[in-house]
């Protein structure tokens, strides 16, 4: 089977070398790879391990790698969703550089038959967390974290794409780190007309603004950076929603849900132009979610002063919702109080 070598870019992204055995040299020392546990997720694994520096244990590590049998059983998605993951990430490294808050390449590589990405191991991820055990102090300090780092990123024209709970790590400090940034992008990259961009109709995140996106790119017109910037803010208010209610997940699994019944119950949507199937699956979805949203919340009462913060998240108009300094200057009134 025929496939695409890595680009160029790829090439001579920065710390790319050659591994045999778990063992690679590189600037004159010798790394050796220890793995303590490997995942499947569809065809990638996902493995846990130390890293050693000439005999010395140096930190935890996570590599996530694909390996194909042989040429003729080559997954291209699988291979080529790695080499746009370390794209991705080379770019952001030379837009911001290194940030703790962020996952961080440490080293790549691969051959025509295998890839692989290294980076360091921040902790558990959100959804594998008990969130009883933080007060609520804790909680909305955890908030804060969130928005201001998804913030830095979109002031430099860095969208994550895929914010979910198992894509956010909590370390023992209490940190919040954003992983995954697989199918993360840049601004430009969707403003380049030679592009044929692609976008999944089922709106799996979540936002209308995916889609807004979608038919401005396909309609020829220019789309403006505050609609980019609101664009997560339904990831957000869940993953916000989640963390206050002590169930990470409750949202996005409820995500899947309404958007399944939606589409089995209106199969005849995809006969339907791009712009009437999009209304009626973000309509029916925003409603159905702030309801949600909405009723949970009242049972909680001391949560009721953040339901105006994440019904307003969950508009579907993005230029009634408020930016994140906005955002973030009410929920530092609610902390006074708490």
């Known amino acids: 089977m025929d496939f695409t070598h890595p680009s160029e870019k790829i090439l001579n992204a920065p710390r790319r070398i050659n591994m045999t055995r778990c063992k690679f040299s590189y600037e004159g020392e010798s790394y050796k790879i220890v793995l303590h546990e490997v995942k499947s997720h569809n065809c990638i694994k996902i493995c846990f391990g130390d890293l050693y520096i000439n005999g010395q244990f140096n930190k935890q590590i996570v590599v996530k790698a694909y390996e194909s049998i042989s040429i003729n059983h080559f997954d291209f998605d699988a291979y080529t969703g790695l080499v746009d993951e370390i794209e991705i990430h080379t770019k952001i490294e030379s837009k911001i550089g290194y940030s703790k808050y962020f996952s961080h390449m440490l080293f790549h590589y691969w051959n025509e038959t295998s890839i692989g990405v290294i980076y360091d191991y921040f902790g558990t991820t959100l959804e594998k967390i008990d969130m009883t055990q933080y007060s609520p102090k804790s909680k909305i300090l955890m908030i804060q974290q969130l928005i201001n780092q998804i913030n830095f990123l979109q002031e430099n024209d860095i969208y994550h794409g895929d914010l979910k709970p198992s894509n956010i790590c909590i370390t023992s400090n209490e940190e ?63 993953l916000i929603f989640g963390i206050l209610i002590n169930k990470p997940r409750i949202y996005f699994s409820k995500c899947f849900k309404i958007i399944n019944s939606l589409k089995s119950a209106n199969e005849n949507l995809e006969n339907l132009n791009l712009a009437t199937r999009f209304k009626y699956f973000n309509d029916e979805f925003c409603n159905t979610m702030s309801n949600f949203i909405s009723s949970e919340l009242d049972l909680i009462p001391e949560l009721n002063e953040f339901k105006p913060i994440l019904l307003n998240m969950l508009e579907y108009d993005y230029k009634k919702r408020l930016d994140f300094n906005s955002i973030l200057s009410q929920i530092e009134q609610i902390n006074k109080y708490i």
Not at 196 to 214: C, D, L
Not at 216 to 229: I, M
């Open 176 to 238: 919040i780190i954003l992983i995954d940034f697989g199918i993360g992008y840049f601004k430009d990259f969707y403003c380049n007309p030679r592009l044929n961009i692609k976008y999944n109709t089922t709106i799996t995140a979540g936002s209308p603004e995916y889609v807004g996106i979608y038919l401005a790119f396909r309609a020829g017109k220019e789309y403006p950076k505050e609609l980019f910037d609101k664009s997560q803010h339904f990831a957000i208010a869940g």
